[in-house]
């Protein structure tokens, strides 16, 4: 038989009723248990999460019952909770390792299973591999174990609990909140009907700052879009900021590992100008030193502001699976990739929006400026930076002679610029004598082939793109 649970950048995902069914993800936890047992964290029990979408919790439980029959404490929340939420119980409870139910930001269709290792990150490659087998091997031998979830909770195997208290006490160790939130702020929090839904209220109220959330309640359809945190998704963010006169919009994806922001005008800030001020404010704001870990998709910026500071940059594949083990390596106060996920030292070596919205909504106050004027500062330290990514669906069968095409014809110059390197860690990245780059990829999430482009000039971006567009022959 095929293999069914394949892992792509950050878990397993699939159409719900088609291969995301009951029996898989049943398969998939038994593969799970097996996997913590041969690694040694077997004593340490899993902790075990879920996001809103369409029976998450029922999906949470079926993971939760299996994992009991293998003899294995489970601690399950009581509730939807943001991906990072869960990776972070992970070391709260000393615990093996964590399972999350969540397709991110995939359309409503879709569900998914994210497993978190013992150090509250993306599982590495490694890991990925060895779970993959693990459940292939289940599912041929057809050995998965099953106890009803009462049954797992009379004996002691299946504790639900809240992971928030100790999430909310562990980010208000990463930055000064209490100055956020007497900073008299109108914030719009814009969650997706996802699992960040009132976490940004919780964090802020009691103070001068207001929290005016929308789109807060559950609804597995999201409401039309999917819970991706870039326009159109949040263009009623962008709407609302204006309409109500806020300082700022923070948009989370399905799980909360991926950021939306919004500035005071409702322009929608891209997710490179996002990695460009997290540098910023941890270098030069919170005096911070390390390297600092990037997708080659990401921005060029940090580069360039790394190099002011001192600091090194490492780049990495697509992927948080690659940029979170290179984190926990290289001890680094950064890790970020193109979209939109990012995680900080003395955290977890994983993605965390909540983090990273209030860390970009900490800079605006104490540099004491609106978020338009800080990234106009952004520019002059870092040098402009215009970026743009096309989608494209392909035909599978017509992939390897894309690669061929793009193997066998370098370009020498594009746009005019010579090319100075070819990066190949993860597609093709172009890069420029002008730091200008170009990057074409297939997704490891999608069918999709997926052309990028950051540069100085903003009339660059389409000129670039459609280069990248003839040079795969679409």
Same mark, same amino acid.
């Given at each position: 038989?095929?293999?069914?649970?394949?892992?792509?950048?950050?878990?397993?995902?699939?159409?719900?009723?088609?291969?995301?069914?009951?029996?898989?993800?049943?398969?998939?936890?038994?593969?799970?248990?097996?996997?913590?047992?041969?690694?040694?964290?077997?004593?340490?029990?899993?902790?075990?999460?879920?996001?809103?979408?369409?029976?998450?919790?029922?999906?949470?439980?079926?993971?939760?019952?299996?994992?009991?029959?293998?003899?294995?404490?489970?601690?399950?929340?009581?509730?939807?909770?943001?991906?990072?939420?869960?990776?972070?119980?992970?070391?709260?409870?000393?615990?093996?390792?964590?399972?999350?139910?969540?397709?991110? !930001?995939?359309?409503?269709?879709?569900?998914?299973?994210?497993?978190?290792?013992?150090?509250?990150?993306?599982?590495?490659?490694?890991?990925?591999d060895r779970l993959e087998a693990i459940i292939e091997d289940v599912q041929k031998a057809g050995r998965t174990r099953r106890?009803?979830?009462?049954?797992?909770?009379?004996?002691?195997?299946?504790?639900?609990?809240?992971?928030?208290?100790?999430?909310?006490?562990?980010?208000?160790?990463?930055?000064?909140?209490?100055?956020?939130?007497?900073?008299?702020?109108?914030?719009?929090?814009?969650?997706?009907?996802?699992?960040?839904?009132?976490?940004?209220?919780?964090?802020?109220?009691?103070?001068?700052?207001?929290?005016?959330? &929308?789109?807060?309640?559950?609804?597995?359809?999201?409401?039309?879009?999917?819970?991706?945190? &870039?326009?159109?998704?949040?263009?009623?963010?962008?709407?609302?900021?204006?309409?109500?006169?806020? !300082? &700022?919009?923070?948009?989370?994806?399905?799980?909360?590992?991926?950021?939306?922001?919004?500035?005071?005008?409702?322009?929608?800030?891209?997710?490179?100008?996002?990695?460009?001020?997290?540098?910023?404010?941890?270098?030069?704001?919170?005096?911070?030193?390390?390297?600092? &870990?990037?997708?080659?998709?990401?921005?060029?910026?940090?580069?360039?502001?790394?190099?002011?500071?001192?600091?090194?940059?490492?780049?990495?594949?697509?992927?948080?699976?690659?940029?979170?083990?290179?984190?926990?390596?290289?001890?680094?106060?950064?890790?970020?990739?193109?979209?939109?996920?990012?995680?900080?030292?003395?955290?977890?070596?994983?993605?965390?929006?909540?983090?990273?919205?209030?860390?970009?909504?900490?800079?605006?106050?104490?540099?004491?400026?609106?978020?338009?004027?800080?990234?106009?500062?952004?520019?002059?330290?870092?040098?402009?930076? !215009?970026?743009?990514?096309?989608?494209? !669906?392909?035909?599978?069968?017509?992939?390897?002679?894309?690669?061929?095409?793009?193997?066998?014809?370098?370009?020498?110059?594009?746009?005019?610029?010579?090319?100075?390197?070819?990066?190949?860690?993860?597609?093709?990245?172009?890069?420029?004598?002008?730091?200008?780059?170009?990057?074409?990829?297939?997704?490891?999430?999608?069918?999709?082939?997926?052309?990028?482009?950051?540069?100085?000039?903003?009339?660059?971006?389409?000129?670039?793109?459609?280069?990248?567009?003839?040079?795969?022959?679409?």
């Amino acid at each position: 038989m095929s293999r069914i649970v394949q892992f792509g950048t950050d878990g397993w995902r699939a159409i719900v009723a088609e291969d995301y069914t009951y029996a898989n993800v049943r398969d998939a936890a038994q593969g799970t248990a097996e996997y913590v047992r041969e690694s040694g964290q077997a004593a340490n029990g899993v902790v075990v999460g879920y996001d809103t979408r369409y029976v998450s919790e029922f999906f949470a439980a079926a993971v939760a019952e299996v994992l009991a029959a293998n003899d294995l404490k489970v601690y399950l929340t009581n509730t939807a909770v943001p991906t990072p939420t869960v990776s972070y119980s992970v070391l709260d409870k000393h615990a093996g390792g964590a399972v999350v139910i969540t397709s991110s !930001h995939n359309p409503w269709t879709y569900n998914g299973y994210k497993y978190k290792p013992e150090y509250a990150g993306s599982a590495s490659p490694e890991v990925v591999d060895r779970l993959e087998a693990i459940i292939e091997d289940v599912q041929k031998a057809g050995r998965t174990r099953r106890m009803p979830i009462e049954q797992a909770r009379k004996q002691g195997l299946v504790e639900e609990f809240d992971p928030k208290p100790a999430y909310f006490a562990q980010v208000r160790k990463l930055l000064d909140v209490d100055g956020i939130r007497d900073a008299g702020l109108n914030i719009v929090a814009d969650p997706i009907h996802g699992a960040g839904r009132g976490i940004f209220s919780e964090l802020l109220t009691g103070g001068k700052t207001k929290v005016n959330e &929308i789109r807060g309640e559950r609804n597995p359809y999201f409401g039309g879009v999917n819970p991706e945190p &870039i326009l159109p998704n949040v263009q009623l963010c962008c709407d609302t900021v204006v309409a109500t006169g806020a !300082h &700022i919009g923070l948009c989370t994806d399905g799980d909360s590992d991926r950021i939306g922001i919004v500035d005071e005008r409702g322009g929608f800030v891209d997710q490179l100008q996002v990695m460009g001020l997290l540098t910023l404010y941890l270098l030069e704001v919170r005096g911070w030193r390390g390297p600092i &870990i990037k997708s080659v998709t990401t921005t060029s910026m940090t580069n360039r502001l790394a190099q002011q500071y001192g600091v090194e940059v490492i780049e990495t594949p697509v992927g948080f699976k690659f940029v979170g083990p290179e984190m926990i390596a290289h001890k680094a106060i950064l890790g970020g990739e193109e979209s939109g996920g990012f995680g900080f030292a003395n955290h977890i070596p994983e993605r965390d929006a909540i983090v990273a919205g209030l860390f970009v909504t900490d800079l605006t106050v104490k540099m004491g400026k609106p978020l338009t004027e800080v990234i106009r500062y952004l520019n002059e330290k870092a040098g402009p930076s !215009h970026y743009h990514r096309d989608d494209y !669906h392909f035909d599978p069968a017509q992939r390897d002679t894309i690669m061929k095409r793009l193997e066998e014809n370098p370009p020498k110059e594009l746009d005019g610029t010579p090319v100075v390197s070819i990066n190949r860690a993860d597609g093709f990245k172009y890069n420029l004598a002008d730091h200008t780059w170009l990057m074409i990829r297939f997704s490891g999430t999608e069918p999709l082939l997926r052309i990028y482009t950051e540069t100085n000039d903003p009339d660059r971006v389409p000129r670039m793109l459609a280069l990248g567009k003839q040079m795969v022959g679409l």
